[in-house]
């Protein structure tokens, strides 16, 4: 109604109402929203800035039409910008005698009745009426052109009507066999995927890719997959400006490496102090050490803080040590991964201690090589067993104690049966002190 009528809405609402009336002026063409002082002083100001900004924004309608009809909009604006395929044509901070161009792009989308077609611009009387009537029929033929659709097909209406067997704008597409969707769907990398991956098109079963407004910038692939400008940035460059991207990927430099080309190809803060990138436990990444599990960096050494490795090798180290004492024994099994060196005096300070199966204290040093998994120890054929047991001291102190606990029980017996003696006997003096008669007088034989 409002705009049926050319009105346009200046909304004047106090602070606290601005936020829903400013929601509702989004709904109301050329419609705008004022803050009212307290005492309504300001509403000619209120009126005479929207009038002003009202003014200064020209919007093209064309009401409500079918839905067999598209109406697009392409607004030339004043100040240098271009909107194209606007639902309403619009422009702003239009001033007097400036001018504007608008195009109206009117499609059917189906054969209609003729249709009038009103389009005025919202705040203004004037109007412009369009008269739409749809050509479903061609006038007349078209001449034949063979050459026009490839000699396989012939013009009908402004179109190529092929012959069998050939598809495509111009006929010169061969089918093989296949149709139209087959033809499409060897342009679909899987069933999932858009036609030439959305960005080519499918001609003759195979994808044209589309350009691109930047020459750099190409889209390439079976499927228009790839692209060379999609890829990993770095200070605001793709690929750190140090590499080409291909398909997703960086393709570095000789001098880079990395996802994005971000690093320079060095070694140098990966070497611990004999030389061995990462010890042999991880990979230089960026000058960096990448460790394997169970290594920390810089250089992917033990963890300080972790377990002792020193009972892990026990086995191994009394396999040499017997093995020194039995020439047949192979420690190759128990072992792997080591390299043992038997000495006669460990002369380093940290070394290893453990028990064997003897239950004797054997000592070995241990040092980690470069590598994964891969030792040193330098043991020594001494060990420090505990002394034999003494049988007789054994039997005799054995013997001596089972005595010595026959005496005590004997004792704890003779001292029990002894009190309780003595507690019935006193029981037995105080029964016949009881039984005594008293001495009583009968006055009958007195």
Same mark, same amino acid.
């Given at each position: 109604m409002l705009s049926r009528n050319n009105i346009q809405v200046v909304f004047a609402v106090t602070s606290n109402m601005v936020k829903t009336y400013e929601a509702l002026s989004r709904l109301i063409p050329k419609s705008v929203v004022g803050i009212l002082s307290p005492d309504s002083s300001n509403v000619i100001q209120l009126i005479t800035e929207a009038y002003q900004n009202l003014s200064s924004e020209v919007i093209l309608d064309h009401g409500v039409t079918p839905d067999s009809l598209d109406i697009l909009y392409d607004s030339q604006c004043s100040n240098g910008v271009t909107n194209k395929d606007q639902l309403k044509g619009e422009c702003s901070n239009v001033k007097i005698n400036e001018e504007i161009i608008f195009k109206v792009k009117v499609t059917a989308k189906k054969c209609l009745? %003729?249709?009038?077609?009103?389009?005025?611009?919202?705040?203004?009387?004037?109007?412009?009426?369009? @008269? @739409?009537?749809?050509?479903?029929?061609?006038i007349c033929e078209d001449e034949v052109e063979k050459e026009a659709c490839n000699s396989n097909g012939r013009i009908k209406c402004g179109i190529c009507r092929c012959n069998l067997g050939h598809v495509g704008k111009n006929c010169e597409c061969v089918t093989g066999g296949k149709t139209n969707q087959e033809l499409e769907q060897s342009c679909r990398k899987?069933?999932?995927?858009?036609?030439?991956?959305?960005?080519?098109? *499918? @001609?003759?079963?195979? *994808?044209?890719?589309?350009? %691109?407004?930047?020459?750099?910038?190409? @889209?390439?692939?079976?499927?228009?997959? *790839?692209?060379n400008f999609n890829c990993e940035m770095f200070n605001n460059q793709v690929c750190g400006g140090q590499g080409e991207c291909d398909c997703?990927?960086?393709?570095?430099?000789?001098?880079?490496?990395?996802?994005? *080309?971000?690093?320079?190809?060095?070694t140098k803060n990966c070497k611990n102090t004999r030389g061995s990138i990462c010890s042999g436990r991880g990979k230089c990444e960026c000058n960096k050490c990448t460790c394997k599990d169970g290594y920390i960096p810089p250089f992917c050494e033990t963890c300080p803080g972790c377990p002792s490795q020193c009972p892990r090798f026990g086995p191994c180290v009394e396999c040499y040590i017997k093995q020194g004492e039995q020439s047949s024994k192979n420690c190759t099994h128990a072992c792997p991964g080591v390299t043992a060196e038997k000495v006669e005096q460990l002369s380093e300070e940290a070394f290893c201690r453990e028990k064997d199966s003897d239950n004797c204290w054997m000592q070995y040093v241990l040092h980690e090589k470069d590598g994964e998994e891969q030792y040193t120890i330098k043991y020594t054929l001494k060990r420090e067993c505990p002394e034999a047991p003494n049988v007789f001291t054994i039997v005799g102190g054995t013997i001596g104690g089972v005595l010595l606990i026959g005496v005590i029980c004997l004792l704890i017996w003779k001292f029990f049966t002894e009190l309780n003696d003595r507690r019935e006997y006193r029981r037995f003096e105080m029964e016949q002190q009881k039984a005594k008669w008293n001495k009583v007088r009968h006055f009958i034989f007195a």
């Open positions: 009745p %003729n249709e009038t077609l009103l389009i005025r611009a919202l705040g203004f009387t004037d109007k412009v009426e369009v @008269i @739409i009537s749809t050509e479903c029929d061609c899987d069933n999932g995927s858009a036609v030439c991956s959305g960005a080519g098109e *499918c @001609i003759c079963g195979q *994808c044209t890719c589309n350009p %691109n407004d930047d020459p750099a910038k190409k @889209i390439y692939g079976q499927y228009c997959q *790839c692209d997703g990927s960086c393709i570095c430099k000789k001098a880079y490496e990395g996802s994005a *080309c971000q690093c320079l190809k060095s």
